[in-house]
């Protein structure tokens, strides 16, 4: 059975279904929506499918504090999927991608083998989210985030991130595992098997 490769991004504003469809577009990456579902709440309460992509509806739905269930697949082999909740101006996107076929996505650490497809999506948060809604983002394989919307306890609750983005406003010292870059108005902070000291 194969891991995910996980991408959690939290925004201060209500992300809409539209937004994630012209991320999707904007990665060049050829991709297909097979379903839609949405539930109440995580233990999957009142789930149900959604027909025909209906973006209004899906949209109607977040602004309800529903949460949307998204699965598909990335160049017609890799499953992959969204899912899109939002509660008292968070939205949380976690976007996974099952790691099947793309074991590189598998290790703990940022290394040769997998640094191009962290710096791609580096690049894309950087330069197509809108700073002035990010809150922090995490990638890594099968991660967990906290709940809280404060940002160094978000961080401390969190296991298996290999990389976490932040706009500058939030730098953290708790992160000594990380080497951290900056890039425009954000700091990275990178987990890798060999540090500079």
Known sequence: MSANFEINLYMNKKVKY???IWWLKETKISYEISEIHVVDNWTFENQRIIKD???DLINQLISEEKI???YGKLKQQHSFGVTI?????ISEVNIWVSTKELLYLEDDYINEKNIEVYNAII???TTHINKKDFLICGMGEEIIMGEDRIVDKLIADSCNVSCFILPKKYEVN???L???EKINDYFIYLKKDVFIV
């Open 18 to 20: 539209n937004e994630i």
């Open 53 to 55: 992509n209906n973006i």
């Open 68 to 70: 949307i269930l998204v």
């Open 85 to 89: 909740s939002y509660k008292e101006t």
């Open 123 to 125: 690049n894309f948060i």
């Open 174 to 176: 708790n992160l000594m």
């Open 178 to 180: 990380y080497n951290m």
